[in-house]
């Protein structure tokens, strides 16, 4: 008996041993996997958005093409929100361009015409109501308001001030970059204007407002990465210009005059 007993101590002690290694063993990978949890919350998970680049627009634009034109009706015009509205002001103003310019229509004929016109029907029906005893026709009374004059010429004053000072800015000879891009500019206008009229030229700014602007927001973003690619090569271009030819030329400061 006693051997019996002496002999089970040992398979006792054995199996407490393997629960309470057990035990241990569940402890510690609970605790290494709440660890490991609070880890992983403690690490910044990073947005994919964080990750991508910055789409390249055309001169810088962040806002939408519909934003850029003032979002209003205007907008809506350039961009065929409304197609019947659009076709309507482009079938205009090609009328407009083919009665002036391919029938050599002039305007002063054509207001005292329409004045005509309208004078002498207004003239006969009222005349001829009195044989038909019908009431004559009301003439409203016609008044031009003051208001929008003066907000069009406001806008006028200041869109000439800030052309007169880019002006000033450009002759002051501190910006060369910005001066032969303003000369190239004109020297293209007067280009175009050497070969059409005022009014074939403005025709033509009217058909490309009414195109470019919807051909853009529906390839936008294949314009904007050959944009990209050609602004990349001009910028090249225009540092090897600027090392060798621009960066020799004396550029004149302005001094701010003192005042007695």
């Given at each position: 008996?006693?051997?019996?007993?002496?002999?089970?101590?040992?398979?006792?002690?054995?199996?407490?041993?393997?629960?309470?290694?057990?035990?241990?063993?569940?402890?510690?990978?609970?605790?290494?996997?709440?660890?490991?949890?609070?880890?992983?919350?403690?690490?910044?998970?990073?947005?994919?958005?964080?990750?991508?680049?910055?789409?390249?627009?055309?001169?810088?634009?962040?806002?939408?093409?519909?934003?850029?034109?003032?979002?209003?009706k205007?907008?809506?015009?350039?961009?065929?929100?409304?197609?019947?509205?659009?076709?309507?002001?482009?079938?205009?103003?090609?009328?407009?361009?083919?009665?002036?310019?391919?029938?050599?229509?002039?305007?002063?004929?054509?207001?005292?015409?329409?004045?005509?016109?309208?004078?002498a029907?207004?003239?006969?029906?009222?005349?001829?109501?009195?044989?038909?005893?019908?009431?004559?026709?009301?003439?409203?009374?016609?008044?031009?308001?003051?208001?929008?004059?003066?907000?069009?010429?406001?806008?006028?004053?200041?869109?000439?001030?800030?052309?007169?000072?880019?002006?000033?800015d450009?002759?002051?000879?501190?910006?060369?970059?910005?001066?032969?891009?303003?000369?190239?500019?004109?020297?293209?206008l007067?280009?175009?204007?050497?070969?059409?009229?005022?009014?074939?030229?403005?025709?033509?700014?009217?058909?490309?407002?009414?195109?470019?602007?919807?051909?853009?927001?529906?390839?936008?973003?294949?314009v904007?990465?050959?944009?990209?690619?050609?602004?990349?090569?001009?910028?090249?271009?225009?540092?090897?210009?600027?090392?060798?030819?621009?960066?020799?030329?004396?550029?004149?400061?302005?001094?701010?005059?003192?005042?007695?």
């Amino acid at each position: 008996m006693a051997e019996h007993s002496e002999s089970s101590d040992p398979k006792g002690e054995s199996l407490m041993e393997k629960l309470a290694e057990k035990l241990h063993g569940d402890d510690s990978s609970s605790s290494s996997d709440s660890d490991s949890d609070s880890d992983s919350e403690k690490k910044p998970t990073s947005s994919p958005s964080s990750l991508k680049d910055k789409v390249y627009r055309l001169f810088g634009r962040e806002k939408p093409v519909h934003k850029v034109f003032g979002g209003g009706k205007p907008a809506d015009i350039f961009l065929w929100r409304d197609k019947k509205v659009s076709a309507g002001v482009l079938g205009v103003a090609t009328a407009i361009w083919v009665l002036f310019e391919l029938l050599e229509y002039h305007l002063l004929s054509l207001v005292c015409h329409v004045l005509i016109a309208s004078l002498a029907i207004l003239f006969l029906w009222s005349n001829a109501t009195t044989f038909i005893n019908k009431s004559p026709p009301h003439i409203p009374d016609v008044h031009l308001p003051e208001e929008p004059f003066l907000q069009v010429a406001a806008a006028l004053r200041i869109e000439i001030n800030g052309a007169l000072a880019l002006l000033r800015d450009i002759a002051s000879g501190r910006d060369v970059k910005k001066f032969l891009g303003v000369v190239a500019g004109l020297w293209g206008l007067s280009i175009l204007g050497s070969c059409c009229n005022f009014l074939t030229l403005f025709y033509i700014a009217f058909i490309l407002l009414h195109t470019v602007p919807v051909l853009y927001e529906k390839y936008e973003d294949q314009v904007d990465s050959f944009g990209e690619k050609a602004m990349i090569e001009i910028k090249k271009q225009y540092a090897v210009f600027n090392a060798k030819v621009l960066s020799k030329i004396p550029r004149g400061q302005l001094k701010d005059k003192k005042k007695a």
